[in-house]
């Protein structure tokens, strides 16, 4: 399988704790993103990378909240001092990147994330 | 700030007959409308596509149509299979104006009848 993929795909903890989520791009792609979705919501952009630089941000991503792609591979996505209202569907997808391209976004399964 | 507005929010059709969903857009420097398909419990997937240059896509059962004036687009799915059923997102971005986010509608719920 050559898609977006993710790990974990469910993830249950308990308020205060820290999690950790990974997100391994289709291997050409050098632009990376991290989305979140909540119940009846379309996906929210939190934030993303242009290999190994985060080139932007969204006022959504907390301080509590830290991306990072050190080796412009594989992404993780690290959520300190959970609240239950962190609780949400994380998404990443990847694109090629290429300039003058249009910038179609390819999805992974998601994270599932409860705070408890 | 930038928004997407889609409409319905939910809808039913008898298999066989078509859906329409529709979007309106806030931004106008948007140029790249994708639209995607979300099964429960996964990712969305990309279905279709359109650019600002043009003004309708088709492919096989489905075709996007753009209105750049209104900053309006939909999405049209003929011949409707129960397989159709599922939570259809547009979006809208400024592709190669160097932001890259999707600012995605709240969703339709597609349920078609067999």
């Known amino acids: 399988d050559t898609g977006v993929s993710q790990d974990p795909r469910h993830k249950i903890t308990k308020r205060g704790q820290n999690v950790t989520f990974r997100c391994d791009p289709i291997s050409e792609h050098n632009r990376l993103y991290w989305y979140r979705q909540t119940l009846g919501q379309g996906p929210e952009f939190l934030t993303y990378?242009?290999?190994?630089?985060?080139?932007?941000k969204s006022r959504l991503l907390s301080d509590r909240f830290s991306a990072e792609r050190p080796k412009g591979s594989f992404s993780t996505l690290e959520i300190q001092r959970t609240e239950q209202g962190d609780s949400a569907m994380y998404l990443c997808?990847?694109?090629?990147?290429?300039?003058?391209?249009?910038?179609?976004?390819?999805f992974g399964p998601g994270t599932r994330l409860t705070v408890l | 700030g930038e928004n997407v507005e889609q409409h319905p929010s939910t809808l039913s059709v008898q298999e066989g007959d078509s859906a329409v969903i529709k979007c309106t857009y806030s931004?106008?420097?948007?140029?790249?409308f994708p639209w995607y398909k979300q099964e429960l419990g996964k990712g969305p997937q990309l279905i279709i596509d359109?650019?600002?240059?043009?003004g309708e896509k088709k492919d096989q059962r489905i075709a996007v149509t753009l209105n750049k004036t209104a900053k309006h687009f939909s999405l049209h799915i003929t011949e409707t299979q129960p397989e159709d059923s599922a939570v259809y997102f547009c979006a809208a971005s400024k592709s190669t104006s160097g932001t890259y986010k999707y600012i995605f509608g709240t969703g339709t719920r597609l349920k078609v009848l067999a």
């Open positions: 359109i650019r600002s240059n043009v």
């Open positions: 997808a990847s694109s090629r990147g290429d300039r003058g391209t249009y910038n179609e976004q390819f």
């Open positions: 990378f242009q290999n190994e630089a985060q080139l932007e």
């Open positions: 931004d106008s420097a948007s140029n790249y």
